[in-house]
């Protein structure tokens, strides 16, 4: 076996066994004992929004604002995961995984929560305003310092290799489709690029990338929105039909039947799960609290 089918091998084994069944879980527990978390604060998200960034006696700002918080945040969930996952999702698993995209979002939307809740729990302060995460609360809130460094090396070899690689792979397919296959130098000059920009934001820490996440996040997010607004609207007459196909392909008799139902239901979770991040926490900005 080559290291590419183990590796496939392997990563379909831990999503059916380990990871789908914990994670899905978690949230569905969570999501029953906060009381719909993810919906029921939504008016506070909005709020807090407009929250002002705590100051120093000097007036210098010791922290990052609420905004900028949400935009790091959300930087690290729109992406790669809503275009190409979502495409890569419906190719593989028709229609109906789009539902059960939908299902897990809403449920690990409740674990978002828990992760980041945790995050501002267990945080701790420094010269520069307060830092935490998951190595943080594991080891102030579990009392295993052990799991915390664990936790962080294991981060520290899968970003770059499972998530940073991944997002820079599809950036070089994506141009290199758009100008020709054909031109070789294409893939490697997209990599430097990327690689440049990455380490002029990340370099220049947590305020720049606050800063570049701020300005860059809402004009993503709205170009985002207006592209797939402008898909519905040019194909209009088949929205019905879409949603038809959602539901019925979700839970449809022929899928059953054909045991396809299963890879349906797999595909999307896999893909709602990478498409928000439910239990791979990204960056966790931490703002000054009154408690």
């Known amino acids: ?13 831990l999503w059916t066994w380990i990871v789908l069944p914990v994670l899905a879980s978690l949230g569905i527990y969570f999501t029953v004992r906060s009381g719909a978390v993810q919906l029921r604060l939504i008016p506070d998200m909005f709020r ?13 700002p010791q922290s990052v604002s ?6 790091v945040s959300a930087a690290s969930r729109v992406g790669v995961g809503n275009i190409a ?4 999702a419906i190719a593989i698993g028709g229609a109906g995984s789009i539902f059960w995209m939908w299902l897990m979002a809403f449920i690990a939307g409740a674990a978002s929560f828990v992760e980041s809740s945790l995050g501002q ?5 420094d010269a520069n305003g307060f830092r935490g995460g998951p190595a943080y609360y594991m080891q102030h809130g579990l009392k295993a310092r052990w799991l915390g460094i664990l936790f962080a090396v ?26 020709g296959d ?65 539901f019925t392909q979700a839970f449809g008799f022929n899928e059953v039947v054909g045991a396809a139902l299963g890879m349906i239901i797999m595909t999307g979770v896999k893909r709602g799960m990478f498409s928000n991040e439910a239990g791979l926490p990204g960056p966790l900005l931490l703002r000054r609290s009154k408690h």
């Open 1 to 13: 076996m080559d290291l590419n089918a183990f590796i496939l091998s392997t990563g379909d084994s």
């Open 48 to 60: 807090t929004l407009t929250n002002k960034t705590p100051r120093n006696e000097e007036g210098k």
């Open 66 to 71: 609420a905004f900028q918080a949400f935009t």
């Open 85 to 88: 996952g979502v495409g890569t």
């Open 121 to 125: 729990l267990f945080k701790v302060k």
């Open 154 to 179: 294991v981060l520290i070899i899968c970003f770059p290799f499972a998530i940073s690689s991944l997002q820079a792979n599809t950036i070089s397919v994506t141009v290199s489709a758009s100008f």
């Open 182 to 246: 054909e031109i070789g130098w294409i893939p490697p000059a997209v990599g430097i690029f990327v690689a440049v920009c990455t380490a002029l934001v990340v370099f220049g820490g947590i305020r720049r990338i606050a800063h570049v996440a701020q300005a860059m996040v809402p004009l993503m997010a709205l170009v985002y929105l207006l592209v797939g607004l402008v898909i519905v609207g040019m194909n209009i007459e088949r929205l019905p039909e879409a949603f038809i196909s959602i």
